[in-house]
């Protein structure tokens, strides 16, 4: 359970990643991810600044630890929403793990 000062913290797959978009003094950028479990589904999270450099490790279809704040704000009647990642950590174990399960299973004998 969460208490009101722990960090929030999902983890999941990897199904998407944007492009960086920029102005003078920002930059982000978009990425999904998809949770685990009997009902999975798919969150997106924004990167800000110089924090876009963590997603350079990452690649698409890893098991990702994304650490985040959630925010709203309201503009003209209507709320938004953003999850904003401050950690993205790839979960090498797991995702190598899979992958080699995966290619075992298939009778290859090789790693992806």
């Given at each position: 359970?969460?208490?009101?000062?722990?960090?929030l913290?999902?983890?999941g797959?990897?199904?998407?990643?944007?492009?960086?978009?920029?102005?003078?003094?920002?930059?982000?950028?978009e990425?999904?991810?998809?949770?685990?479990?009997?009902?999975?589904?798919?969150?997106c999270?924004?990167?800000w600044?110089?924090?876009?450099e963590m997603?350079?490790?990452?690649?698409?279809?890893?098991?990702?630890?994304?650490?985040?704040?959630?925010?709203?704000?309201?503009?003209?009647?209507?709320?938004?929403?953003?999850?904003?990642a401050?950690?993205?950590?790839?979960?090498?174990?797991?995702?190598?793990?899979k992958?080699?399960?995966?290619?075992?299973?298939?009778?290859?004998?090789?790693?992806?």
């Amino acid at each position: 359970m969460q208490t009101p000062n722990s960090p929030l913290q999902l983890t999941g797959i990897c199904t998407a990643i944007g492009s960086a978009s920029n102005g003078e003094t920002w930059q982000k950028q978009e990425f999904i991810i998809q949770t685990e479990g009997n009902y999975p589904t798919k969150v997106c999270f924004t990167i800000w600044n110089d924090k876009l450099e963590m997603l350079n490790r990452c690649q698409v279809n890893d098991r990702l630890i994304v650490k985040f704040n959630l925010s709203s704000r309201e503009h003209q009647g209507k709320w938004y929403t953003e999850l904003t990642a401050w950690s993205v950590t790839v979960d090498f174990k797991n995702t190598i793990g899979k992958s080699l399960t995966y290619t075992h299973e298939l009778g290859k004998g090789a790693t992806k």
